[in-house]
């Protein structure tokens, strides 16, 4: 047990003022200043940000110098000239002959090009053009000059500036020491990533994360290990390190989460923050342990990279004297519409891809845990605390994840969500490795309604009419007149019971659903698989109110199937992928057709144009059908709106 009197409750503290209060706080102590200055060689400089301005010791070219191969002449000489009049220039007394990067000859101030200059004989060429003063001639200090500054105080020191300080006869800087930071993990069931987890165990992925990030943002790093979670625990692996770092850093453990690190604060320094109403992040904890400042990490992959973003990297920033470096923010227009909880200040990883003419954001995964979702995300959508909805159309700002990132090869793709988007995003990876597919799971007709809009490049959808007995053309043949388009078969796979392993209740027919013994499980209504269920219960003659469960809807086939897995259902209809994924067993009921609702306009465009030839590709296919029951007969084939090869 624990003798620390930890936090009783997470605060609720605005972001402002969450950082206003960490800040003093280490402005009253005297900590988070700008460091100390250190001396090192300007071949090793690179990422180092410096600590005065780095002032030219000679100038370059320190000499004037011929910019081009060609006869160097004095450019009074050449005046008057053209091809019907030349002008004869005498060598070595009147011209001569350099190359480029060469001095300049006394007396001469311009250098007349190879290809203007004409033989008469050993000792005389003609000049057909003249030529004024400087011409071709790269003079003293165009480059750098002498006392001129190279690189201004505070600021980070780039492949390119490298060159023009050695240019510039510099070959040592002074720069900022990187502040040290300490790195530890909690959590007795983490393991090293070189260790293979058990059951109940988890490998400790934030640390490897961190590392990079510290080091992109100036700081040298040292990894502290893992400790279990208790306040005991974090003492011991920190004291004993006195004044070694400039910041330490604690991932916290899933068990406690911060309440651990934050009691360890209050009980041997001071708990500055224990909350903040950020999302992800809210159990961030900030405090002072001696004379270093400590922050604590949430558990969760995203919250820990958000609360670094916002606590740490400035602090780096700080210490460096250097203001954030590498952040570009972006317009973009918002493709699908949000609402955030009000008086929170909310983090959304977004999708970026260039559909027609505009950039389009697209929310992803809200998920606190899901690393993926940062992995695919291109940047970060900051939705203040007053904010509480975003309608889709609206125009946002977004901080690119990587400044160097492009995105007009980005293929959007939003919809209904299948495994199969997965098997074509590696395809065209080999195929096409500078297209990126993104998709978004929004459902068939949110997928279309954002079509309409121009928010993607191509819908995923499998709507079934009941009328008409077909897929998808009747949904979207109204939209034709406003936006001609085709669709083109993606994949027609199975719909199919899925019951629990070895099928103990028997089930194999509609008529099933209705046994006193047997729940069921639903799709959300309105889904596609809803509409097709409903419609083969009027067809079977089976009523809804016969079924036990019916009201029961989940929002994916994944959580069907994690339902009916869990013992809370014994049948639902899905698809055979996720019984697969859980070890359940899939009996096939009924064919469904997944289809591309495609924009003509962007059939020619490289992003679409390359995932048609993929879906045609026998490589493609080949994978689709090692799926289980995925038909690939039809795949690529435009069955609506006419063939755009």
């Known amino acids: 047990m624990s003798s620390f009197a930890g936090p009783r409750e997470l605060e609720d503290a605005p972001l402002e003022e969450a950082r206003e209060r960490w800040y003093n706080e280490l402005e009253f102590r005297g900590l988070g200043g700008v460091g100390p200055a250190e001396i090192v060689d300007v071949s090793h400089s690179l990422g180092r940000t410096t600590a005065e301005p780095v002032v030219a010791r000679r100038s370059s070219p320190h000499y004037y110098m011929a910019a081009v191969d060609g006869l160097a002449v004095r450019s009074t000489q050449t005046f008057g000239a053209t091809p019907d009049r030349p002008v004869s220039i005498r ?61 201004p105080a505070c600021h980070r020191i780039r492949a390119l500036h490298i060159g023009a300080l050695l240019r510039g006869g510099v070959h040592r800087i002074s720069v900022r020491a990187r502040p040290r930071v300490g790195l530890l993990a909690l959590g007795r069931n983490l393991l090293d990533s070189d260790t ?200 946002v700002r977004v901080r690119l994840l990587d400044p160097t990132a492009r995105f007009e090869n980005n293929l959007l793709i939003l919809g209904t969500y299948d495994v199969a988007f997965d098997i074509l995003r590696n395809a065209m990876a080999r195929l096409f490795p500078e297209v990126t597919l993104q998709t978004a799971n929004v459902g068939s007709r949110g997928g279309l309604t954002a079509l309409r809009r121009g928010h993607c490049h191509a819908a995923a959808i499998h709507l079934f009419d009941g009328e008409s007995g077909r897929y998808n053309e009747p949904f979207v043949r109204p939209l034709v007149d406003e936006m001609p388009l085709v669709l083109v078969n993606f994949f027609r796979r199975p719909l199919g019971f899925v019951v629990a392993r070895g099928n103990p209740k028997s089930i194999r027919t ?115 059908e090692g799926l289980m029951y995925y038909d690939s007969e039809w795949t690529g084939r435009v069955h609506f709106g006419g063939d755009p090869a």
């Not at 005389?124 to 500054?149: F, K, L, T």
Request: aromatic share 6%.
């Open 91 to 151: 060598l070595t007394s009147e011209g001569s002959f350099v190359d480029s990067g060469s001095p300049l000859p006394d007396g001469t101030d311009a250098v007349v090009p190879l290809h203007e200059v004409g033989f008469v004989n050993v000792d005389e060429m003609r000049v057909q053009s003249a030529s004024a003063p400087w011409r071709n001639v790269n003079p003293i200090g165009e480059d750098v000059h002498s006392s001129e500054i190279i690189v």
């Open 196 to 395: 293979e987890p058990g059951v109940g165990e988890r490998v400790e992925a934030m640390r490897p994360i961190l590392l990079p990030l510290c080091e992109e943002a100036g700081a040298s790093i040292e990894m502290l290990g893992i400790v279990g979670e208790t306040p005991e625990e974090v003492r011991n692996a920190l004291m004993p390190l006195g004044a070694r770092f400039d910041i330490v850093v604690i991932l916290s453990g899933r068990s406690h989460g911060t309440v651990v690190p934050a009691a360890w604060m209050a009980s041997d320094g001071q708990l500055v923050l224990y909350g903040a109403n950020i999302k992800p992040g809210h159990s961030v904890a900030l405090g002072v342990v001696g004379q270093v400042p400590v922050v604590a990490l949430p558990g969760n992959v995203v919250s820990a990279y958000i609360t670094f973003d916002l606590f740490v990297r400035p602090l780096i920033h700080r210490f460096l004297g250097a203001v954030a470096d590498g952040q570009i923010e972006l317009s973009a227009v918002l493709g699908q519409g949000i609402v955030s909880p009000v008086g929170t200040d909310e983090f959304l990883r977004v999708f970026l891809s260039e559909v027609g003419e505009r950039r389009i954001a697209v929310p992803i995964s809200r998920g606190a845990d899901i690393a993926t979702s940062l992995v695919r995300a291109d940047a970060i959508l900051h939705v203040p605390a007053e904010v509480e909805s975003i309608p889709d159309g609206h125009r």
């Open 510 to 624: 509609l008529a099933d659903l209705t046994r006193d013994d047997v729940l069921f499980v639903n799709r959300q209504h309105g889904s596609g698989t809803r509409v097709l269920i409903d419609h083969e219960l009027r067809k079977g003659g089976v009523g809804p109110h016969q079924i036990k469960g019916y009201s029961t809807e989940t929002y994916t086939h994944m959580s069907l199937a994690a339902t009916i897995a869990s013992g809370a259902a014994d049948v639902g209809i899905g698809i055979a992928t996720v019984a697969r994924a859980l070890g359940l067993d899939f009996i096939p009921f009924i064919v469904e057709q997944l289809d591309l609702a495609i924009p003509r306009r962007f059939l020619q465009g490289f992003p679409v144009s390359s995932m048609l030839r993929t879906l045609r590709s026998r490589e493609f296919r080949t994978e689709l």
